[in-house]
T-cell receptor
Framework: GAGVSQSPRYKVAKRGQDVALRCDPI?????LFWYQQALGQGPEFLTY????????KSGLPSDRFFAERPEGSVSTLKIQRTQQEDSAVYLC????????????FGQGTRLTVV | GESVGLHLPTLSVQEGDNSIINCAYS??????FIWYKQESGKGPQFIID?????DKRQGQRVTVLLNKTVKHLSLQIAATQPGDSAVYFC??????????????FGKGTKLSVKP
């Protein structure tokens, strides 16, 4: 497709379970971002990739969160031992150039931890 | 779909009127600003951006104004339509001189357009 694609669209996990969220950015986009959005809030930055390099992971809330983009295209956000406070929408965005210029978002993955 | 409009400031306008959505940012080092529109159950959609060396930028039916003196950003929508109903977020990029990945989003304003 032409846009940023995320899967799954919805994910229900039992507390303690590991989850993996996938992002397919727009083809050729250099930059890829992950954000977390709690209900009624704006998105909050998690991590940023420029091609395969993870240049900023300052927003990852704990060492249970891990992101990778091994070939500079598809990215996976992994959350280990999920907790209820991890429940949120996880948004992926990509942009053609370095940085935030005209970043385009996917529809997000809604994670519910029960 | 989910609602992202809970407990958000709400602006209600009549169809055809102009809308002005305001945003205050906190960091004078911010050098790039974006307005996003988010409909229920969808990801944020890019509307318009502006760099800190400008004070006004126009798009199709939208205008962004930047006042660096008071750290204020506004989005003006002309001839508001029902399809404009959504939550609008401003976002700022703070130039740390390194990574440019960290966009800081505001809390959002819910725009409701009455037909």
């Amino acid at each position: 497709g032409a846009g940023v694609s995320q899967s799954p669209r919805y994910k229900v996990a039992k507390r303690g379970q590991d989850v993996a969220l996938r992002c397919d950015p727009i083809s050729g986009h250099v930059s890829l971002f992950w954000y977390q959005q709690a209900l009624g809030q704006g998105p909050e930055f998690l991590t940023y990739f420029q091609n395969e390099a993870q240049l900023d992971k300052s927003g990852l809330p704990s060492d249970r969160f891990f992101a990778e983009r091994p070939e500079g295209s598809v990215s996976t956000l992994k959350i280990q031992r999920t907790q209820q406070e991890d429940s949120a929408v996880y948004l992926c965005a990509s942009s053609l150039r370095e940085g935030n210029t005209e970043a385009f978002f996917g529809q997000g993955t809604r994670l519910t931890v029960v | 779909g989910e609602s992202v409009g809970l407990h958000l400031p709400t602006l209600s306008v009549q169809e055809g009127d102009n809308s002005i959505i305001n945003c205050a940012y906190s960091n004078s080092a911010s050098d790039y600003f974006i307005w996003y529109k988010q409909e229920s159950g969808k990801g944020p959609q890019f509307i318009i951006d502006i760099r800190s060396n400008m004070d006004k930028r126009q798009g199709q039916r939208v205008t962004v104004l930047l006042n660096k003196t008071v750290k204020h950003l506004s989005l003006q929508i002309a001839a508001t339509q029902p399809g404009d109903s959504a939550v609008y977020f401003c976002a700022e990029n703070i130039d740390y001189g390194g990574s440019q990945g960290n966009l800081i989003f505001g809390k959002g304003t819910k725009l409701s357009v009455k037909p």
